[in-house]
């Protein structure tokens, strides 16, 4: 059963970090491009992070950048968002999202989740004041 299982969300204060993994199982990631994603109550689902060509290109949404990080770990078959700085606005339930079909050596412009068909059942990130 091919499946991905999200871990690592819980309550910080302002600043604080938090690391999120994503485990695949019944499916290799390498080679596909993998994604989070995060949505709040009644909003829609935005794009936070990508990572693509086994590891090695990344994508970041203008909210996050320079305060996480995603990498992919092949051996583990996972891929690790590290947050660091949270904001209280980064309060949501973020998801973890893989294209299997991804072609290499393609840059996505943008995480669009029409291109996702794979995903997690999410996990709360809580940021408090």
């Known amino acids: 059963q091919v499946s991905l299982v999200e871990s690592g969300g819980g309550a910080v204060q302002d600043g604080g970090s938090l690391t999120l993994t994503c485990t695949a199982s019944?499916?290799?990631?390498?080679?596909?491009?993998m994604g989070w994603f995060r949505q709040g109550t009644g909003t829609e689902r935005e794009e936070v992070a990508g990572?693509?060509?086994?590891?090695?290109?990344?994508y970041y949404a203008d909210s996050v950048k320079g305060r996480f990080t995603i990498s992919q770990d092949n051996a583990k078959n996972q891929v690790i968002l590290q947050m660091t700085n949270l904001k209280p606005e980064d309060t949501d339930i973020y998801y973890c999202?893989?294209?299997?079909?991804?072609?290499?050596?393609?840059?996505?412009?943008?995480?669009?989740?029409?291109?996702?068909?794979?995903w997690g059942q999410g996990t709360q990130v809580t940021v408090s004041s």
């Open positions: 999202a893989g294209d299997l079909d991804w072609p290499q050596n393609v840059d996505p412009l943008r995480l669009d989740t029409s291109d996702f068909h794979l």
């Open positions: 990572v693509w060509n086994s590891g090695e290109r990344q």
């Open positions: 019944g499916v290799n990631l390498d080679g596909s491009l």
